[in-house]
């Protein structure tokens, strides 16, 4: 039987007193702190467009936003529009984050712009590319890839916004596969720091468990990632049918994606209001981390999700070489001038960067192709610069019952 807790009649009532009389948390961030790299008179805030508002804005209108719509987000290969993409759950994040952040008295503007960009870095087949991507850049140049840094990458030197501080280091620091009990923010005092904190990640990529957001807003974006991916992930693992009739115990915070969220989001609330720290209590926490397990021994880690993995690995290594390659050898005929380079090398763009996209490093030149890639132009890609190729990755129409491979 379905169980939804509520949130006790104490909690409600101090919540409605401070929503009556008009207060805010006494840890919500002020806007007035909030601190740009480059101080342009263009991105000063307005009283129609306040500071985080212009970051959420400058996110959506990204042209690796709309990406995400057609890359994975456990689930590759699959024809089926009702299976989460990378979109949908940044929504999904966004909306949950934003829940929390309002209930709590928080600055929910900067919390949509942390959730908004905190996935934009993610490569084409969810972690399965991500993984293989990291593992080739660092063959090649001894530095880590991971979508997080991706993300500040794409939002901060790709594509030149101008965006907090505030909101770059909650996207850093979002790390969903990382549960804590308690959630309390390090204050972060400048750019240099939050630059020399990237570089050490990239160098080291278990620097990054060690990544604290700066605001109580981050920490919320935080929590809201595994509370929004750790039922949805459950109700994909149904709708494809990849594992059969799936099952899962209730670890105490119920066995699917409404039980979940509501009982999380409501455990979260009963003993975060009015702190300067998020906090689940010993018994949700508990079975917060049991739940995440068996979606890692049931779902991730299954045969039927890891089936293409081995093509995918392979696909992505000649795509790697060739592209690599093709800048070697300055083949301007190469994709990866024509379709990457050249979009991003305009004026505009080059105007706004510490330096001109094409000084920089090859490898990484290639890392960021294919990060930004889709699924399918992936797929596309690869057979249209290796047309005679036995490597082939099968998709699961909507009436088909075979697996991906």
């Not at 401070?18 to 007035?32: I, Q």
Request: some cysteine; charged content about 25%; proline content about 4%.
């Amino acid at each position: 039987m379905a169980h939804y807790e509520t949130l006790s009649e104490t909690i409600c009532a101090r919540m409605e007193r401070a929503r009556r009389e008009k207060r805010n948390s006494p840890y919500a961030f002020d806007d007035a702190k909030a601190l740009r790299r480059d101080p342009n008179p263009h991105d000063e805030a307005t009283v129609w467009r306040p500071v985080f508002i212009r970051d959420a804005d400058k996110i959506l209108n990204c042209p690796y936003y709309s990406r995400c719509a057609d890359k994975t987000q456990v689930f590759s290969l699959y024809k089926n529009d009702d299976i989460t993409r990378r979109s949908l759950h940044i929504q999904l994040v966004s909306r949950t984050a934003r829940t929390v952040g309002r209930a709590l008295g928080l600055n929910t503007e900067l919390i949509e712009a942390i959730a908004l960009g905190h996935d934009i870095g993610h490569t084409p087949f969810g972690h399965t590319g991500e993984r293989f991507l990291d593992m080739l850049l660092f063959a090649h140049t001894g530095k880590h890839f991971a979508h997080n840094l991706q993300s500040v990458r794409v939002l901060d030197e790709i594509f030149p916004l101008n965006l907090t501080l505030q909101t770059l280091n909650g996207i850093a620091c979002h790390n969903g596969e990382l549960e804590l009990d308690e959630y309390r923010p390090a204050p972060l005092a400048s750019f240099d720091v939050f630059d020399a904190r990237m570089q050490a990640c990239r160098e080291d990529l278990n620097v990054i468990a060690t990544l604290v957001p700066d605001t109580l807003e981050g920490c919320v974006v935080r929590i809201a990632d595994i509370i929004a991916y750790l039922g949805k992930d459950r109700h994909d693992a149904e709708k494809s049918k990849a594992l059969g009739d799936v099952a899962f115990a209730d670890m105490g915070i119920g066995t699917i994606n409404a039980e979940i969220v509501n009982n999380l989001i409501v455990n979260l609330l009963e003993n975060s209001f009015s702190e300067p720290y998020l906090k689940l209590d010993k018994a949700h926490f508990t079975a917060l981390r049991a739940a995440k397990r068996d979606n890692y021994a049931v779902i991730y880690r299954s045969d039927a999700v890891q089936t293409a993995d081995k093509t995918i690995a392979a696909m992505m290594e000649q795509l790697y070489d060739r592209l690599l390659n093709d800048l070697r050898t300055g083949n301007t005929s190469s994709p990866v001038y024509r379709q990457h380079i050249g979009y991003l090398d305009k004026p505009y763009y080059n105007k706004h960067r510490r330096m001109p996209y094409p000084e920089t490093e090859k490898d990484v030149i290639v890392a960021d192709y294919i990060a930004s890639m889709t699924d399918d132009y992936f797929v596309d890609l690869y057979s249209y610069l290796f047309p005679k190729s036995t490597l082939k990755l099968q998709y699961v129409g909507y009436f088909d019952g075979r697996n991906p491979s």
